[in-house]
Structure formats: structure tokens, C-alpha cells
């Protein structure tokens, strides 16, 4: 059973920044994509970034050049650092794993709150 951990949410102003952290355990050595979800108030969860085992990025249009996911897989963490943030960024993030293989399994965790506000 894959376990997924999130820290670093905050109260952030406007502009600033902050970093997530998403630590795995369990079978994580047979994940093959890590990602990072967002849910505010009254909308859909969407996704932010994700990171397939070999490095490859994607992010939503409306973070990119702004925010960074990343992978320590000696940590077993991965990270989203979150850069020029904004208002319309408060939401409650959640850490998302995916395993393909022997059978599609997804894997949640619990959420950590990231508000903007000044």
C-alpha cells in the first residue's frame, strides 16, 4: 500500500512564495507518475503539475513560469515550488500517484491548504 504525506501549505501574500512537499512510502518504487492536484472552494479538483519517473514535466497553463514540481527520489518526496502567487492559487493541494502496472491504481493524499491573501 503506497501512503502519500503533503507539508508546507501556508498563508502566503500575494506575490510570495512556497513550497510543497509529498513524501511516499510503501510500493512507491512502483509508481509512475507523481502529481500535484488542487482544489479550491465551489470548483472542480484540477490538475497542477505532474513528474513521470524519468523526469518529464507537464504543468496546467495558468502555473507555468511560475511553478516547479521536482523529484527526489532518494527522498521518495516530490516537491511543487510556487513562485509570483496569486490569489486565484488558494486552494487545497493534494499529492496524486498513479501505478500502471500490474493494474491501474490511484493514490491520494490528504491535502495541505495553501491560501493567498494579503
Known amino acids: 500500500q503506497v501512503r502519500l504525506v503533503e507539508s508546507g501549505g501556508g498563508l502566503v501574500q500575494p506575490g510570495g512564495s512556497l513550497r510543497l512537499s509529498c513524501t511516499t512510502s510503501?510500493?512507491?518504487?512502483?509508481?509512475?507518475?507523481l502529481a500535484w492536484y488542487r482544489q479550491a472552494p465551489g470548483k472542480q479538483r484540477e490538475l497542477v503539475a505532474s513528474i513521470t519517473r524519468r523526469g518529464v514535466t507537464n504543468y496546467v497553463d495558468s502555473v507555468k513560469g511560475r511553478f516547479t514540481i521536482s523529484m527526489d527520489k532518494a527522498k521518495d518526496t516530490i516537491y511543487l515550488q510556487m513562485d509570483s502567487l496569486k490569489p486565484e492559487d488558494a486552494a487545497v493541494y493534494y499529492c496524486?500517484?498513479?501505478?500502471?502496472?500490474?493494474?491501474?491504481?490511484?493514490?491520494w493524499g490528504h491535502g495541505t491548504q495553501v491560501t493567498v491573501s494579503s
Open positions: 510503501g510500493s512507491n518504487f512502483s509508481l509512475n507518475v
Open positions: 496524486n500517484a498513479e501505478r500502471y502496472y500490474p493494474s491501474y491504481l490511484v493514490y
